[in-house]
């Protein structure tokens, strides 16, 4: 495969709005050691990049500047010491930054292979929400087949993809989403009930099915002491982002006399070691969910590279349901 010199790129031209994003010309990046290039078929398009975008999201040293953690294409080059990829190779990849752009850099142990049967569009969908579920939901909390299990923002692309792995899992589901229509959608992906947050008030709803034994969370604010009461005892609350804020005031008596665990993660900061061994529990546990029919990406809508400030104005809208990514290449 012939890797130019240059390629097209959306960068963050300042924080801002989704008016920031430009798009523009840079170099193409040459793999290292245990890196692999990717020709970019598709790019994932999540919240992190709006955060990002907006300034409040930097990336780690040493990552490319450019917005996107996730993307689909081919293998165009190959680094020293990797042995399992071969210039060619359709792949899916975590990436710590750069995937709004023609070629990417990843670590050669955060890549996948597609999924068989899969398209590029679909595949460009799993790496940054099934890394993100598995670790905080199997590995950090514990989920155990027959618990009941409560994800917030069910529509999500991180809530949709909770919901059929937990399912998939042998858990019981419940979910929150903002509309009936929403709520329609979980309880199609496997949620046994799914509260529209605007109608009813999912404590008591969860507490009455005997209360949640984990929790995955992003909403944060509010919600944090609500979790507590809907956990039952021995449960664990997992936090995973704060779309309402970090601060709120708990009484923490609560979560002695009841056994409560109470965590959480971000995975861009974490090290390549734990996201590689992330990627082989991906691998050797969702990926036979994949090929058996279990869990499939929900997708909301496409847009090209070139407007990705559409994009960016479509994820953080309300009535978005599942993912959306940037087409880039063939």
């Known amino acids: 495969m012939t890797v130019p010199d240059t390629m097209q790129a959306i960068e963050i031209t300042e924080p801002g709005g989704p008016e920031v994003l ?28 709006a955060l990002q975008r907006a300034g409040s ?8 500047p450019l917005p996107g953690l996730e993307a689909s294409g081919r293998v165009a080059a190959i680094g020293p ?14 990436l710590p930054g750069g995937g709004y752009a023609e ?27 099934c890394f993100t579920v598995w ?18 923002g069910g529509t999500s692309g991180i809530g949709t993809t909770a919901i059929q792995i937990a399912r998939a899992f042998g858990a019981r589901v419940f979910t929150t989403a903002g509309s009936d229509e929403k709520c329609a959608v979980c309880t199609g992906l496997g949620a046994e009930i799914a509260v529209n947050y605007k109608e009813a008030d999912f404590v008591k709803l969860v507490t009455d099915e005997g209360g949640a034994d984990l929790i995955l969370d992003m909403v944060g604010g509010s919600y944090l002491p609500r979790n507590i009461r809907s956990l039952a005892d021995d449960g664990r609350l997992v936090q995973i982002a704060f779309l309402t804020g970090p601060k709120v005031e708990l009484n ?15 995975l861009r900061p974490q090290s390549d070691l734990a996201k590689a061994r992330i990627a082989a529990e991906v ?48």
Request: contains cysteine.
């Open 57 to 64: 999201y930097a990336p780690p040293a040493n990552a490319s």
């Open 252 to 266: 923490f008596a609560e979560m002695m006399v009841r056994r409560l665990t109470i965590t959480g993660s971000t």
């Open 103 to 129: 070629y990417v850099l990843t670590a050669a142990d955060h890549v996948l292979p597609v999924p068989e049967g899969m398209s590029l569009d679909q595949a460009a969908c799993l790496p940054e929400t």
């Open 135 to 152: 670790s905080n939901m199997v590995m950090r909390g514990g989920l155990k087949a027959g618990e009941r299990f409560l994800v917030h």
């Open 22 to 49: 430009t798009l523009t010309k840079v170099p193409v990046p040459l793999p290292g050691h245990g890196q692999i290039l990717i020709r970019v078929a598709y790019a994932g398009v999540n919240r992190p990049d």
């Open 283 to 330: 691998e050797r546990h969702v990926w036979p969910m994949i090929a058996r029919g279990a869990m499939r990406p929900v997708m909301d809508s496409e847009f090209p590279l070139a407007d990705a400030a559409a994009a960016h104005r479509q994820i953080e809208s309300p009535g978005h349901i599942g993912k959306i990514v940037l087409k880039v290449g063939g």
């Open 81 to 94: 010491g990797v042995t399992r990829w071969a210039v060619g190779d359709a792949v899916c990849a975590l």
